[in-house]
C-alpha cells in the first residue's frame, strides 16, 4: 500500500483552541482521525506528523524520498516565508499537494504568498478541516488510483503512446 506524508508544521498542535473562528474547533488529532479514513477508502495509508521547527519538516521531507508516494503539506506560517522547505521538495521530487484551512487568499495580503505552490501539484485551502480530506483525494487522483489502480493507468498511458498503425494506401 503507498503510503501518504502529510506534515503539519508550526502551530497547528494548537488547533481546536487557536482563533477558531479562523481554524475551526477540531483538534489535529481529530482532522488525522478523517484524513486517515479518507486516505483507507483510497488505498493509501498516511503517515501525519506535527513539527514546530523547520528544520524537523525539512528533515522529514528528505527522508521521504524513496519512503512515500506523496506529501501532503500544511505548512503554516512556514509557508509564506521558507525557501529551505521549498527546496527541500525539490530536491525529493515527490509530488506534493499543499493544504490549508483557511482561504489564505481572503486573509492578510502577507499570507497571499507561497513558496511552496511552485513546488506543489495543486493547492487546496479555504474548507477548513475538510481541505484535509480533499487533499486526499487530490493525491489519489494524482497517484493514479481515482477508482483504477496505477497498473490499468499505466497500462492505459502506454496505449497511448503507442504509434497509431500507418494506414496502407
Ligand atoms: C494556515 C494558514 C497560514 O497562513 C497560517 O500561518 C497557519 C495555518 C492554514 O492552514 O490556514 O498557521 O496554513
Not at 502551530?11 to 483538534?27: H, K, M, V
Not at 479555504?126 to 493525491?139: K, P
Request: glycine residues 8%; proline residues 2%; hydrophobic residues 40%.
Amino acid at each position: 500500500m503507498d503510503s501518504v506524508l502529510v506534515l503539519n508544521g508550526p502551530n497547528l498542535n494548537l488547533l481546536g483552541t487557536r482563533e477558531p473562528d479562523i481554524y475551526g474547533s477540531e483538534t489535529l488529532d481529530d482532522i488525522r482521525a478523517k484524513t486517515e479514513e479518507r486516505a483507507a477508502g483510497r488505498g493509501l495509508s498516511v503517515d501525519f506528523r506535527q513539527s514546530n521547527a523547520e528544520h524537523e519538516l525539512i528533515g522529514w521531507i528528505q527522508e521521504a524520498k524513496g519512503q512515500a508516494a506523496g506529501i501532503i503539506l500544511n505548512a503554516g506560517a512556514f509557508t509564506h516565508t521558507s525557501l529551505a522547505i521549498a527546496d527541500a521538495l525539490a530536491a525529493v521530487a515527490l509530488p506534493v499537494v499543499e493544504v490549508h484551512l483557511s482561504n489564505i487568499y481572503r486573509r492578510e495580503h502577507f499570507r497571499h504568498h507561497s513558496h511552496i505552490s511552485r513546488q506543489a501539484e495543486g493547492v487546496i485551502c479555504g474548507f477548513g478541516s475538510e481541505s484535509y480530506v480533499l487533499a486526499v483525494d487530490a493525491m489519489a487522483h494524482v497517484l493514479g488510483r481515482n477508482g483504477k489502480t496505477r497498473k490499468a493507468s499505466a497500462a492505459k498511458a502506454t496505449r497511448a503512446a503507442r504509434p497509431t498503425k500507418k494506414k496502407r494506401s
